[in-house]
């Protein structure tokens, strides 16, 4: 079965850096998805990106967030200046055909901000 | 406003015993909900949804309207399902929000 691929895995950074966790989706799926989950917390909905702009987001998903398909294949999460609330595993997900069909999700980007 | 809750943080059962994972949502239209599982060390996966009406791997789940529940069930524990279990729903637009999971431990 094709996978979503994240990397890295792991992501050690400075409070205040910019940090861009990257995604491959499954190759013709059209909706793409990013979600976070804090340590012991549930997993949250942070964004979904279809047709080349965002489609919904949460509160969580302020200006220091930003999301980008920059060549047709990677999807891109970029957090421009990391708080320490940032640390969390952050999955990548795709659909081919929106949210009535079952999310793929990739392994995550463990992210810790120090 | 949209929510599920997973009340129970940790399920032990015996091996054989049933299992039932709860769930009981909020929303004020027709949802869609899906069953995720994470097994040690792998992804979140796709356990079930509730239109399919099928079951896996032993799991059923019916959609309750009444008491807006989905809970998971499975009538003989195995070792192997000891996991992760996140309950989810789907309001038709662009996203799924998750319940905050229970841990599934099935003892020998």
């Known amino acids: 079965e094709p996978e979503v691929t994240q990397t890295p895995s792991h992501q050690v950074t400075q409070m205040g850096q910019e940090v861009i966790l990257r995604c491959v989706p499954i190759?013709?799926?059209?909706?793409f998805y990013w979600y976070r989950q804090i340590l012991g917390q549930k997993v949250e909905f942070l964004v979904s990106?279809?047709?080349?702009?965002?489609?919904?987001k949460s509160e969580i998903f302020d200006d220091q967030f930003s999301v980008e398909r920059p060549d047709g294949s990677n999807f891109t999460l970029k957090i421009r200046s990391t708080k320490l609330e940032d640390s969390a595993m952050y999955f990548c997900?795709?659909?081919?055909?929106?949210?009535?069909?079952?999310?793929?999700f990739g392994s995550g980007t463990q992210l810790s901000v120090l | 406003a949209q929510r599920v809750t997973q009340p129970e943080k940790l399920l032990s059962v015996f091996k054989g015993a049933p299992v039932e994972l709860k769930c009981n949502y909020s929303?004020?239209?027709?949802?869609?909900l899906f069953w995720y599982v994470q097994y040690s060390r792998q992804r979140l996966q796709l356990l079930l949804r509730?239109?399919s009406r099928e079951s896996i791997k032993g799991f059923t789940a019916d959609l309750n309207k009444g008491e807006t529940s989905f809970h998971l069930k499975k009538p003989f524990a195995q070792e192997e399902d000891s996991a992760m279990y996140y309950c989810?729903?789907?309001?038709?637009?662009?996203?799924?929000?998750f319940g905050a999971g229970t841990r599934l431990f099935v003892k020998a």
């Open positions: 989810a729903l789907s309001s038709g637009g662009f996203k799924t929000i």
């Open positions: 990106f279809y047709n080349n702009e965002i489609s919904e």
């Open positions: 509730h239109i």
């Open positions: 997900a795709s659909t081919s055909r929106g949210q009535e069909e079952k999310l793929f």
């Open positions: 190759s013709n799926h059209l909706y």
């Open positions: 929303y004020s239209g027709s949802p869609e």
